[in-house]
């Protein structure tokens, strides 16, 4: 089944002074492809406070390192951008969001200061949401409202650990973690049977022994009256699965359910490498039964007949790997049965050292070769990678150009389309990554302005043309550098054709190995129609990019 989307395009025209808005609006009937997928990434808690009302909770008060507590986003704020057409307008097509199940209470300081749960990836309770980042009804609303506009939503899971322990954050019981010894991540035993940090328990995911309830959690449930429900569900998962009452079945049972109560449509998931990888495909069955059990209760909220996401987070893994990672004594393949995609971490590096065009082909040959089938997320900056590719966001542009044009899936860190700043004084460690969104700058700078128009025209192209991230790249002209793409899917057929570092004003492109004479084509970059004569076409525009898409 395929989606109709609304595109809208905003070309600003420059004159002098004068600043000129023209609005196109098209009806495009586009499949929603994963492996083309525009995600923006964001951290719930930074992104934009809807209700000031759960800014603090369970006593989160104290002073903490810069940056380091909880600073008033949730999802309602999130909602309210979906809501206004922010997304849209930047061309997103998924948002993933940091984890927002129930945190620690208390706060700890790793060395950089006293620090709250704000991030997500620290849980008490998987079975309920933190007040922080607001309720399950909230939850509801997003991504029914998501839904609405064509926005998948991807929520975060971690089952490798809990939040560490606090005076107000009891150590859950020894058959369901380990404490010691700490990994060093020299093999592959010494990255999963482990403790990633100190002080940060972690899920005996290897156990097949069947476990009891940890007590902190019963107490909790009794404490909130729903401890009958959640034992009750409990049984019947069991009962249908199968499975052993081990830890890590448990989890999956949890964060299954957010799959059947809300319809999302993916998990992002967090430290892939530090868990056995059987754990990911059993993981897969779970989520593959429950969103086509949400599919068969709920037929008018199906979006299309896409499966279950699953992005996964293998520090350090690279395209290059292709489907092995290795851990130096053993090599893993984490596609097959288990996930859609990796987190690509050698895109920022391929960027800052390869040609685009040595980047763009060498990713097309590897997607539609050896991880057809499959997909990578690329990304050039995100919330704990400390060596981004523009540190000091000087090169917003290129990185909007590089990134959103890429074959792959693209992650959109939030505020890369607004430069917001990377570099925050006084922070310690990856907080200095964590900065609440600069709205004001969107609002009332005209440079940050001007570059969220340029990621806005890349991010509504891509979306609506799945040959950008999908499809096969092959290179037209090196000079003026002109590529095309071509994607198909059954009866749906996609290709466009791009040109970068292309001189101001007059451009002359050779298009006849795409299109042919007489065909009407339209630059989406600066709102231009085009005619293909003698296999080129001419074009007149202030800018030095080119979006051809054939005008239907």
Same mark, same amino acid.
């Given at each position: 089944?395929?989606?109709?989307?609304?595109?809208?395009?905003?070309?600003?025209?420059?004159?002098?002074?004068?600043?000129?808005?023209?609005?196109?609006?098209?009806?495009?009937?586009?499949?929603?492809?994963?492996?083309?997928?525009?995600?923006?990434?964001?951290?719930?808690?930074?992104?934009?406070?809807?209700?000031?009302?759960?800014?603090?909770?369970?006593?989160?008060?104290?002073?903490?390192?810069?940056?380091?507590?909880?600073?008033?986003?949730?999802? %309602?704020?999130?909602?309210?951008?979906?809501?206004?057409?922010?997304?849209?307008?930047?061309?997103?097509?998924?948002?993933?969001?940091?984890?927002?199940?129930?945190?620690?209470?208390?706060?700890?300081?790793?060395?950089?200061?006293?620090?709250?749960?704000?991030?997500?990836?620290?849980?008490?309770?998987?079975?309920?949401?933190?007040?922080?980042?607001?309720?399950?009804?909230?939850?509801?609303?997003?991504?029914?409202?998501?839904?609405? %506009? $064509?926005?998948?939503?991807?929520?975060?899971?971690?089952?490798?650990?809990?939040?560490?322990?606090?005076?107000?954050?009891?150590?859950?019981?020894?058959?369901?973690?380990?404490?010691?010894?700490?990994?060093?991540?020299?093999?592959?035993?010494?990255?999963?049977?482990?403790?990633?940090?100190?002080?940060?328990?972690?899920?005996?995911?290897?156990?097949?022994?069947?476990?009891?309830?940890?007590?902190?959690?019963?107490?909790?449930?009794?404490?909130?009256?729903?401890?009958?429900?959640?034992?009750?569900?409990?049984?019947?998962?069991?009962?249908?699965?199968?499975?052993?009452?081990?830890?890590?079945?448990?989890?999956?049972?949890?964060?299954?359910?957010?799959?059947?109560?809300?319809?999302?449509?993916?998990?992002?998931?967090?430290?892939?490498?530090?868990?056995?990888?059987?754990?990911?495909?059993?993981?897969?069955?779970?989520?593959?039964?429950?969103?086509?059990?949400?599919?068969?209760?709920?037929?008018?909220?199906?979006?299309?007949?896409?499966?279950?996401?699953?992005?996964?987070?293998?520090?350090?893994?690279?395209?290059?790997?292709?489907?092995?990672?290795?851990?130096?004594?053993?090599?893993?393949?984490?596609?097959?049965?288990?996930?859609?995609?990796?987190?690509?971490?050698?895109?920022?590096?391929?960027?800052?050292?390869?040609?685009?065009?040595?980047?763009?082909?060498?990713?097309?040959?590897?997607?539609?070769?050896?991880?057809?089938?499959?997909?990578?997320?690329?990304?050039?900056?995100?919330?704990?990678?400390?060596?981004?590719?523009?540190?000091?966001?000087?090169?917003?542009?290129?990185?909007?150009?590089?990134?959103?044009?890429?074959?792959?899936?693209?992650?959109?860190?939030?505020?890369?389309?607004?430069?917001?700043?990377?570099?925050?004084?006084?922070?310690?460690?990856?907080?200095?990554?964590?900065?609440?969104?600069?709205?004001?700058?969107?609002?009332?700078?005209?440079?940050?302005?001007?570059?969220?128009?340029?990621?806005?025209?890349?991010?509504?192209?891509?979306?609506?043309?799945?040959?950008?991230?999908?499809?096969?790249?092959?290179?037209?002209?090196?000079?003026?550098?002109?590529?095309?793409?071509?994607?198909?899917?059954?009866?749906?057929?996609?290709?466009?054709?791009?040109?970068?570092?292309?001189?101001?004003?007059?451009?002359?492109?050779?298009?006849?190995?795409?299109?042919?004479?007489?065909?009407?084509?339209?630059?989406?970059?600066?709102?231009?129609?085009?005619?293909?004569?003698? $296999?080129?076409?001419?074009?007149?525009?202030?800018?030095?990019?080119?979006?051809?898409?054939?005008?239907?």
């Amino acid at each position: 089944m395929k989606q109709i989307l609304v595109l809208i395009l905003v070309v600003v025209t420059l004159t002098g002074c004068k600043k000129e808005t023209q609005v196109l609006n098209k009806n495009i009937e586009v499949p929603f492809i994963w492996e083309a997928a525009n995600v923006y990434f964001l951290l719930t808690d930074r992104f934009n406070n809807g209700d000031t009302s759960n800014d603090i909770n369970f006593n989160r008060n104290l002073e903490t390192g810069k940056l380091r507590g909880f600073e008033g986003g949730d999802i %309602k704020g999130i909602t309210q951008k979906i809501k206004a057409g922010y997304f849209t307008e930047l061309g997103i097509n998924a948002i993933w969001m940091t984890p927002i199940v129930e945190q620690i209470h208390g706060g700890t300081d790793e060395g950089t200061g006293l620090t709250y749960g704000f991030h997500g990836y620290w849980t008490s309770d998987w079975t309920n949401l933190d007040p922080n980042f607001g309720t399950k009804a909230d939850l509801k609303e997003l991504v029914e409202q998501a839904h609405k %506009k $064509g926005i998948r939503i991807l929520l975060d899971a971690v089952i490798n650990h809990t939040g560490p322990v606090t005076e107000q954050d009891a150590l859950w019981p020894e058959e369901w973690v380990r404490t010691a010894p700490q990994c060093d991540y020299k093999s592959y035993e010494n990255t999963i049977t482990c403790t990633l940090v100190k002080n940060l328990p972690d899920i005996k995911t290897e156990s097949n022994e069947a476990v009891q309830l940890p007590p902190q959690l019963v107490e909790k449930w009794k404490r909130e009256g729903r401890y009958e429900q959640e034992v009750s569900e409990l049984n019947a998962f069991f009962e249908r699965t199968g499975h052993p009452r081990a830890p890590r079945f448990y989890i999956m049972k949890w964060l299954s359910d957010y799959i059947l109560e809300f319809g999302i449509d993916g998990y992002r998931v967090d430290t892939v490498k530090h868990v056995e990888e059987s754990v990911w495909q059993e993981f897969r069955k779970e989520c593959d039964y429950t969103f086509s059990e949400f599919k068969k209760n709920n037929p008018n909220k199906v979006l299309d007949d896409n499966d279950f996401y699953l992005v996964g987070e293998v520090y350090n893994y690279g395209i290059s790997a292709k489907k092995a990672f290795d851990f130096g004594d053993k090599k893993v393949n984490y596609f097959d049965n288990a996930f859609n995609s990796l987190i690509n971490f050698e895109s920022k590096w391929n960027a800052a050292q390869q040609t685009k065009e040595v980047m763009f082909k060498r990713y097309s040959d590897i997607l539609n070769s050896d991880l057809k089938g499959y997909g990578v997320m690329n990304y050039l900056s995100s919330h704990d990678d400390g060596q981004p590719f523009d540190a000091e966001r000087e090169k917003p542009f290129e990185t909007a150009t590089k990134l959103l044009l890429c074959p792959g899936t693209s992650q959109v860190f939030y505020g890369d389309e607004s430069a917001r700043s990377l570099v925050i004084e006084d922070t310690q460690g990856d907080a200095t990554l964590r900065s609440f969104m600069n709205w004001d700058a969107i609002k009332n700078n005209t440079k940050t302005k001007n570059i969220l128009e340029h990621w806005q025209k890349l991010g509504q192209f891509r979306i609506n043309h799945p040959a950008v991230g999908a499809g096969t790249h092959q290179m037209l002209t090196a000079d003026p550098y002109v590529f095309c793409r071509r994607f198909s899917k059954e009866n749906y057929k996609d290709q466009v054709i791009i040109g970068l570092d292309l001189p101001i004003g007059k451009k002359v492109l050779n298009v006849s190995e795409v299109f042919k004479n007489g065909d009407q084509l339209y630059d989406t970059y600066s709102s231009t129609p085009v005619k293909v004569k003698n $296999g080129k076409v001419t074009l007149n525009s202030e800018f030095n990019i080119v979006l051809l898409e054939k005008q239907q």
